[in-house]
């Protein structure tokens, strides 16, 4: 067999062994089915987040990301709440930042912020445990105003649900 041919079933191999390793641990962790295709969605932003770096290489190098106030933070947060599935988004929490010029019209902007999810009590059982806290990080685009920007809840896209220990 030629070699390419070889190079490309040896990478096919490896990423279905990973993918089935990577599904495997995440219901060894969690106790919960895989939602395979939140997996994938998640590996796949995570990529093509290091491919877009690239791109403003020349902002990164001059300055770090510029933070921004969100206007609507309370409809933000309310769709964070939703597409997140926690119990609520603390509203002082909400972050944005951006590495674009701030004097275009429109931007993309990363928005980071603490969740949290209430205990539940199974029938019969008391559970004691603290409120699960979470960071919850997107993405979204802005539209530019003259107090801060006021976010298009319609593109905002989760990238990552994480719990704070």
């Known amino acids: ?10 990478l096919i191999i490896f990423l279905a062994f990973f993918e089935a390793g990577l599904i495997s641990s995440y219901t060894l962790v969690t106790s919960k089915p895989p939602d395979v295709e939140k997996l994938i969605e998640m590996q796949i932003d995570t990529v093509s987040s290091f491919l877009d770096s ?11 990301p510029e ?14 709440k939703a597409r997140t599935g926690l119990d609520g988004i603390n509203i002082r929490s909400l972050n944005a930042t951006t590495t674009e010029d701030t004097s275009l019209e429109n931007i993309n902007i990363n928005i980071t912020a603490t969740g949290y999810r209430e205990n539940q009590t199974g029938s019969g059982q008391i559970v004691i445990r603290p409120t699960e806290q979470f960071t919850v990080t997107a993405a979204a685009r802005a539209e530019t105003r003259s107090s801060g920007v006021w976010v298009d809840i319609r593109t905002l896209r989760i990238i990552s649900v994480t719990r704070i220990y």
């Open 1 to 10: 067999m030629p070699r390419i041919i070889k190079l490309f079933l040896f």
């Open 54 to 64: 690239g791109k403003n290489i020349t902002s990164t190098i001059t300055g770090g």
């Open 67 to 80: 933070e921004i106030r969100i206007i609507n933070n309370a409809d933000v947060a309310d769709a964070l």
